[in-house]
Every structure is written in structure tokens, then in C-alpha cells.
């Protein structure tokens, strides 16, 4: 039986097609993905992301623990309300998971993925040297992103987020409004109580924000070049080849997978993680293979863009491979550019075609 | 709930198959089909001229979320494929049954419709579906 979010009964009256993710009955559309996606580009869109693990960790020796844990530096928080991406490594420098850590009054709290919730809570178990609390939370989460989002969750909420600069939270009683998101739009993402997200979830509808489901997250996703964890990282690769060697601090402190992460680096970084664009009509998709004048790819990440109109990719390449190469699509080679990702933000295009 | 017309031919893959005046038989996918597939935004032809045989590929539909084989109903010959659907693939999505056919074959065998399910026939396959 999978798990149900506090607006799970919300999903169902709207007559969304629920679908299993993660141990979680989903919402994955609630009648067209495109349009969803579109409202997100054009206006507001607002997604349930309960499934989500939210971490508290509110002793002061949860510093030293997330400085040995997490790639990024967490020092880099000036104060409470300061928020930071990063990832998660293991002794081979391969990707645990990736996270925000927000930093508050009290210690930090981190949201790390639905899917990786059992292994992320053992790892930390694992490593905990200073003993320091970790406290799983049950906490219903909701994304309000697109141009319009700010606005009208404003006007529904009454909290002022305008004034909250990009990767920074505000908490007013059993509520945290941060401006962050998933989809390459400005917007918030509020951790609340189930019932306190019941209610919001009803006026954000009453505004005028539109429901999106899984599938809307993930086309946005990759059009703003986001990675999605167990697609385009896992256990297996660093975050050298990963396109996210920017959430690497190398500042004073030791961090569990620096070493090994150093001696790729100084051995030489054989691939990378980058963005393609089909030039002629078609869909791209995990898995497909990339034949570039240096070597062989895959495909991490395939969708259609609904903002483009076109195919695009993210694909892990050999790391000198530029220009144009082949994606083959059942048995035919079709050509493709290799871009530098993000694809969309703020509802333009972004990438550049190859000199 | 998907319409299923009781006047055309369905196999279990999902296409139906309309036999016309002109002795070509239209193939299209169902409105189930295009339900189950979401957002249609590329249709693969096949080629025009190109023969076929009853229960082989001949094209592809992708929707955003998966790539779909479409299998031709009966054999014979491919002699027009929908080209409305390279700049509207939409059109599946929006008029399954009329304006986002697919394909026409000339058949080989006619008689080879009789071996299509009936509308009834396609409404247990489809029930079946979604459990």
C-alpha cells in the first residue's frame, strides 16, 4: 500500500491520474501535462511535494556533522533563514543524495529525496560521530512556482516573501516559506503541518494557481537543467560528472568523498554531464545511446520540452566531446547539438547553439 | 470513460481500423490509447508504398511520457500516411477517430477485418487495462 500525503484526497477530487513514486501515491497529471507545464511558464503552478524528507537537525554539533557530510559548505550560511544546495557523497565519491540544508534559530533542517528517504536516514545514523539529534519530521510540503507565484502566494498566505532573496527562508509559527523550487521559475516552496497545507492548498486553487503533477515537475525539471537524483547521479558517479563539481567547497575541513573526489579530479575527469538538443523532430529519452567524435554517451534524462517544442537531453558524454553528435533512436542516428544546460529559465530559451 | 465507436474494428494494441468506400482501411489509435499516452507530440510515419503485415510496426506515436509502436491491423499496402499530425500531433489527442488517423492500407485481404475485435470485444480489453 503506498504512502498518502495530507492532500492526497485533494488529488483524487480533482481527478488527477494517481500513480505509485517512491512508495507514494502521486499525483502524476491532473488531465494534461502540457498545459500544467505551461502554467508554470506563463503564470502559477503549485506542486505536492509531501513525499519529500524533511530532516531536522537542531543541536549545535549538527555544524561539525553536516561540514563532515555534506560536499558543500555549510559554513557559507551567514545566519539563520540562509538555505544552500549540495550533495551527499561516499568514501568513492560517488552521489548519496542531493539536498537543500537551510539553516534556522536552531541548528539546521535539510530536505533530501522521497526515494532515497531509508538510505539517507542510515547513512546519517552510520556517521553520526558528534551524536547529533536527527529528527525525521512529518511535515506536508507544497511548491508554488512561475512568474505569478510570489504574487499570489503572497495575497493567500499574508507572508511577506517578496522581500526573501533566492535560496532564503522565512518561518512564522509551524511554517517555513523558502525561495526555492524545482522548475526554473521563481517561487517558494512552504513546509507546513498536513492541515495548515490542506487549507493552503484550497485558497492557492481559489487564487488561481494551478494543480501540476509529477510528470509537469519533470519536463520543467529538465528544461531548467536540474538533475534528478538515481537518473542523472547516483551511488555510482561524482559529481564531477555530474555537472555539479559548483557544490563542491574544498575550503578548510575534510568532507567523507573529498579524497576521492580530488584524485579523479587530479587524474583527470574522463566524462561530464551536459545538454543535448534534437535538430529535427522527435523525443529524446533515458537511455538512448550519444555517438560523439570522442566516444560513447547516454542519455540521463530525455523529454520533449514543452516550452522549446523540441527534444532535449541531459547525457553524460566523454569530456572532450563538443559541437554535434548522434543520438540513436531505434536503430536511426539523428542528429543532435550538445548545449550547455540550463535549456529554459524564467519561461525564455537560454542554451546556445555549439560555435 | 473512453469512446469506443461501435462502427469501426479494433485490435487489442489498441489501433482502430475503418474499412472506406474506396476499399482502403483508415488506422488510427483509440481514444483510450490516446488517454493512456497523454500528450501526443511526435507521430513516426510509415512509408508510403511500404507493405505490411497484420500485427507488425508500422510507426511510432510519443506522447511527453513514453514511446508507443503502432502495429498495422490487417497486411498490405501503406498508400497514405496523415501528414497534418508532423505539425499537429495534437490532433490524436484531440479527434482520435477523425482527424488524427494515421495511416491508410490498401489490403491485401479484406476479410481480414473480421479478425479485428468488435467495440464490445475492445471495451473488455480496455476494462482489463486498468486493473
New interface residues.
Given amino acids: 500500500m503506498s504512502r498518502q500525503t495530507a492532500l492526497h484526497a485533494l488529488h483524487v477530487e480533482a481527478g488527477a491520474r494517481m500513480v505509485d513514486f517512491a512508495g507514494w501515491d502521486m499525483p502524476l ?1 491532473y488531465g ?3 498545459e500544467e507545464h505551461q502554467a508554470v511558464r506563463t503564470s502559477a503552478g503549485m506542486f505536492d511535494v509531501s513525499h519529500m524528507t524533511v530532516i531536522d537537525l537542531p543541536d549545535g554539533s549538527a555544524r561539525d556533522f553536516l561540514r563532515r557530510l555534506v560536499a558543500n559548505d555549510v559554513d557559507k550560511l551567514a545566519g539563520p533563514g540562509r538555505a544552500l544546495y549540495g550533495v551527499l557523497l561516499n568514501e568513492q565519491g560517488g552521489v548519496v543524495d542531493d539536498l537543500i540544508v537551510y539553516r534556522r534559530t536552531d541548528g539546521y533542517r535539510v530536505v533530501v529525496n522521497a526515494g532515497t528517504r531509508d538510505k539517507v536516514l542510515a547513512w546519517f545514523a552510520d556517521h553520526n560521530d558528534e551524536k547529533t539529534t536527527i529528527e525525521e519530521r512529518d511535515l506536508a510540503m507544497i511548491a508554488v512556482q512561475g512568474p505569478e507565484a510570489i504574487e499570489r502566494f503572497e495575497s493567500v498566505s499574508g507572508l511577506p516573501v517578496a522581500g526573501l532573496d533566492s535560496f532564503s527562508a522565512l518561518e512564522s509559527a509551524d511554517i517555513m516559506v523558502a525561495r526555492t523550487g524545482y522548475t526554473g521559475e521563481d517561487g517558494v516552496e512552504a513546509i507546513l503541518p498536513g492541515e495548515a497545507a490542506v487549507a493552503l492548498w484550497r485558497k492557492l486553487g481559489t487564487a488561481g494557481v494551478m494543480p501540476a503533477g509529477l ?1 509537469a515537475r519533470d ?1 520543467l525539471r529538465l528544461e531548467a537543467g536540474l538533475n534528478l537524483y538515481g537518473q542523472d547521479m547516483d551511488d555510482e558517479t561524482s559529481p564531477l560528472v555530474s555537472n555539479l563539481a559548483w557544490t563542491l567547497d574544498f575550503s578548510d575541513r575534510d568532507f567523507i568523498g573529498r579524497a576521492a573526489v580530488e584524485a579523479e579530479k587530479a587524474a583527470g575527469v574522463s566524462a561530464r554531464l551536459t545538454g543535448l538538443v534534437l535538430k529535427g ?3 529524446l ?1 533515458h537511455g538512448q545511446t550519444v555517438i560523439t567524435q570522442t566516444g560513447v554517451g547516454v542519455i540521463t534524462s530525455g ?2 520540452s ?1 516550452t522549446l517544442g523540441i527534444g532535449i537531453a541531459l547525457a553524460r558524454i566523454p569530456a572532450g566531446a563538443k559541437g554535434s553528435a548522434e543520438v540513436e533512436i ?1 536503430g536511426r542516428r539523428l542528429p543532435v547539438d550538445i548545449v550547455r544546460p540550463p535549456f529554459v529559465r524564467n519561461g525564455r530559451r537560454v542554451y546556445k547553439d555549439p560555435a | 470513460m473512453s469512446e469506443i465507436p461501435t462502427e469501426l474494428k479494433y485490435a487489442s494494441s489498441h489501433e482502430w481500423a475503418r474499412l472506406e468506400e474506396d476499399g482502403t482501411v483508415t488506422v488510427g489509435i483509440s481514444d483510450h490509447a490516446q488517454q493512456a499516452l ?2 501526443v ?2 507521430v ?1 510515419h510509415p512509408e508510403i508504398g511500404q507493405t505490411v503485415s497484420a500485427g507488425s510496426e508500422a510507426g ?1 506515436v ?1 506522447s ?2 513514453a ?1 508507443s509502436d503502432i502495429y498495422a491491423p490487417v497486411s498490405g499496402t501503406i498508400t497514405e500516411v496523415n501528414e497534418t499530425l ?1 505539425d499537429a500531433p495534437e490532433t490524436v489527442n484531440q479527434d482520435p477517430y477523425g482527424d488524427g488517423w494515421f495511416f491508410r492500407i490498401e489490403p491485401d485481404d479484406p476479410s481480414e477485418l473480421e479478425d479485428l475485435l468488435d467495440a464490445a470485444a475492445y471495451a473488455d480489453v480496455c476494462e482489463a487495462d486498468e486493473h
Wanted: hydrophobic share 35%; charged share 30%.
Fill in positions: 497529471n494534461s501535462q502540457i510528470a519536463t523532430k522527435g523525443v529519452r523529454v520533449f514543452p531505434r | 497523454g500528450d507530440v511526435y513516426e511510432v510519443e511527453v511520457k514511446a508532423e
